[in-house]
């Protein structure tokens, strides 16, 4: 047997990532952001889903005191 017939390189990426925030198990390269460009390593890639990202970022975004923001009384 050769060893490289047995083991080919997509063996060795990871192509699924569980999402840190809704736990659910997605594709790495479609449903992550990636954090280094210039690289195509998984581990260039976020460990929290595009929609988990995006309702955190608005979440923290939208707040009713964020609306009620004037300048200081100087």
Request: net charge positive.
């Amino acid at each position: 047997m050769d060893f490289e017939q047995e083991f080919e390189l997509e063996h060795l990426l990871f192509k699924q990532r569980r999402c840190r925030s809704c736990g659910v198990v997605k594709d790495l390269v479609t449903d992550f952001y990636r954090t280094r460009k210039g690289r195509a390593t998984p581990s260039a890639y976020a460990y929290e889903c595009k929609e988990c990202t995006v309702d955190r970022v608005t979440k923290n975004r939208k707040r009713s005191d964020s609306h009620s923001w004037s300048y200081p009384d100087w």
